[in-house]
């Protein structure tokens, strides 16, 4: 057993191969398989199980969150959006307009017929910028249309796990990634 | 195995609370004290009670999905209107009968 230690590997036009910008420094991530419930409007509800902690080597190194929620809601709509640290990352929201909620994902449907609300996928693709070399904690909160009703994460609210077997269940995701920059 | 949200959904409307899983363990609750205007946790016996309730309905209910499996393609009845063949729109609306024969509306869900 040997031990290969250097600075740097370059390609033969001398560009670094190793530790150059864009290079993957680490990369953590969670699945969630469970089911959770919650958020009904106007609060938000942060999705218990679906959060990744990740210490920056560099406070000048990018965060890449990649994700995926398996979701549902009991009435028309869906809303989802990436926090770090509790707090709602402004840049990874849409602009403010008038009254509207701004959110990372929404989703909108109603299929008008007499049963079934469907489920959805909200994805997440977000390039952060925490700016620190200490634990930074992301993770993912729901919101729904009104306050009768709830988000459902993995599982559709408006079915009945005991009584269906027309539906199914999903897993949701979150990987944050350090990016040398 | 429960479906929390249908359960607060019922029980305390509008609720602020968060459920990982299925069971009552899972529930955490967010609502301000009740005298500050929030709802009250429910209680374990209230939500097994609940979702007794919430099986009995989907149990009854599950006749609307099996008469959708059977109901006959609309574009039957569409394409009777378009031909003008009263025959073929009373064979539809028939067919579309007989399936809720076969599966009555429980009564019970009025109690429910």
Known sequence: MSILKTNQIQTTAGKPLLNSTGSVIQIVSSTKQDIWSGGAYPNWGTVTGLSVSITPTS??????????????AGYWEVKG???????????????????????????????????????YCGHINYLDSPTTTSSV???????????????????NVYTDDNADTYYGNGISTLTAIEVLS | ????????????PGANYSCNGTEYEGLEWFEPPVWEGGQRKPTREEWDAEWERQKKLAELNSYKMKRMLEYPN????IDGVVK?????????????????????????????
Do not use: H, W
């Not at chain 1, 904690?137 to 599982?155: E, F, L």
């Not at chain 2, 609309?74 to 009845?77: A, D, F, N, R």
């Not at chain 2, 399936?99 to 009564?107: A, D, G, N, T």
């Open chain 2, 74 to 77: 609309i574009t039957e009845y």
């Open chain 1, 137 to 155: 904690t992301y993770g993912v909160q729901m919101r729904s249309y009104n306050a009768s009703y709830s988000i459902g994460v993995n599982y």
């Open chain 1, 59 to 72: 406070s000048s190194n990018k965060i890449l969150i990649l994700g995926q929620v398996s979701c549902s």
């Open chain 1, 81 to 119: 959006r990436l926090i770090r640290d509790g707090n709602a990352i402004a840049g990874a929201m849409g602009a403010p307009r008038g009254n509207r909620a701004v959110a990372t994902f929404v989703m909108n449907e109603y299929d008008g017929a007499a049963v079934g609300y469907g489920m």
């Open chain 2, 84 to 112: 003008g063949d009263d025959a073929q729109v009373q064979a539809y609306i028939d067919k579309c009968n007989a399936v809720k024969i076969k599966y009555p509306r429980p009564e019970e869900l009025d109690s429910l």
């Open chain 2, 1 to 12: 195995m429960s479906n929390p949200a249908k359960i607060i959904q019922a029980l305390r």
